[in-house]
């Protein structure tokens, strides 16, 4: 098994994040804001961005 470093997870994390922020935007513009799938994209950025906020409390 391969072990991930902490700062190459955040990296992660971080593209992660702002992929899904383009496709809200994008999604959003097509569908409007209260489309499920930007509350979607909304809940997923939220999910990663926790995710973030824990790996930076373990480093």
């Not at 513009?29 to 824990?54: A, C, F, M, T, W």
Request: with cysteine; net charge positive.
């Amino acid at each position: 098994m391969i072990k991930t470093s902490k700062k190459t997870l955040f990296e992660r994390y971080n593209e992660q994040i702002e992929c899904l922020r383009a496709e809200m935007i994008r999604t959003a513009r097509v569908l409007g804001l209260n489309h499920p799938k930007v509350l979607y994209y909304s809940q997923e950025i939220d999910r990663r961005h926790n995710d973030l906020l824990r790996l930076k409390e373990d480093m």
